[in-house]
């Protein structure tokens, strides 16, 4: 069973600090990583996808991949309240399931 | 809208009716994804699904659901006699590939709910 922890949180951090957001998975064959955004009610929204170890940055978000570790991160700088939603780590592990696997979400609250 | 389309954003049900759930890809896309939500659960892959074939339904309950995805139209998610149990939002999602290094984009959801 492929699995994909996250913290549920809520994760409360002041607005302008980073938030640091934490996943790991268990398939080490795994082969894409994303994070989506999700506002309660609304879709999951692509934020940043990620492939090999190291770092990746887009504007305020910086995505983290450590494979030895089975670690994915997401940093969010210059928090925002508009940052506040529950961020969904997902995992690709290939080998003939199609499927993204998800964690169950953290939900981050950003406070003015 | 060049975004991943589906209707109804709201479904009501009664026990034992069927439940058709609709879902037209991204432009230029054509691999189709179908999750489901429940209260206080991750997104749940059900079936993936290419032009007249599915290709992957290793997330599909056994009974009562099915899916398809027609040469013309639609993607349809199928539920027969819901119970109270399937009430969740289902998310359709569409890629450009198959590969798994291309993300998946989500429409709005329907929220089915089982009276």
């Known amino acids: 069973q492929k699995e994909v922890e996250q913290n549920s949180g809520p994760l409360s951090v002041p607005e302008g600090a980073i938030a640091s957001l934490n996943c790991t998975y268990s398939?080490?064959?795994?082969?894409?990583f994303f994070w989506y955004r999700q506002y309660s009610g609304k879709s999951p929204e692509l934020i940043m996808s990620i492939y090999s170890n190291g770092d990746k940055e887009d504007g305020r978000f910086t995505a983290q991949l450590n494979k030895a570790s089975q670690y994915v991160s997401l940093l969010i700088r210059d928090s925002q309240p508009s940052d506040s939603a529950t961020y969904l780590c997902?995992?690709?592990?290939?080998?003939?399931?199609?499927?993204?696997?998800f964690g169950k979400g953290t939900h981050l609250i950003i406070q003015p | 809208n060049a975004g991943v389309m589906q209707n109804p954003r709201h479904l009501v049900r009664r026990r034992g009716q069927e439940a058709r759930l609709r879902c037209s890809p991204m432009?230029?896309?054509?691999?189709v994804y179908w999750y489901r939500q429940l209260p206080e659960e991750g997104l749940k892959f059900m079936v993936y699904?290419?032009?007249?074939?599915?290709?992957?339904e290793s997330g599909m309950p056994k009974e009562r659901f099915s899916a398809e995805f027609p040469k013309e139209g639609p993607s349809i998610l199928r539920i027969q006699q819901v119970v109270r149990g399937d009430s969740a939002a289902y998310f359709c999602?569409?890629?450009?590939?198959?590969?798994?290094?291309?993300?998946?984009?989500f429409g709005d959801g329907t929220r089915l709910s089982i009276l």
């Open positions: 699904l290419q032009k007249e074939n599915i290709i992957d």
């Open positions: 432009k230029g896309h054509s691999h």
């Open positions: 997902a995992v690709f592990s290939g080998g003939g399931a199609d499927g993204l696997t």
């Open positions: 398939d080490r064959g795994s082969q894409s």
């Open positions: 999602a569409s890629s450009q590939t198959g590969f798994g290094n291309q993300p998946q984009h």
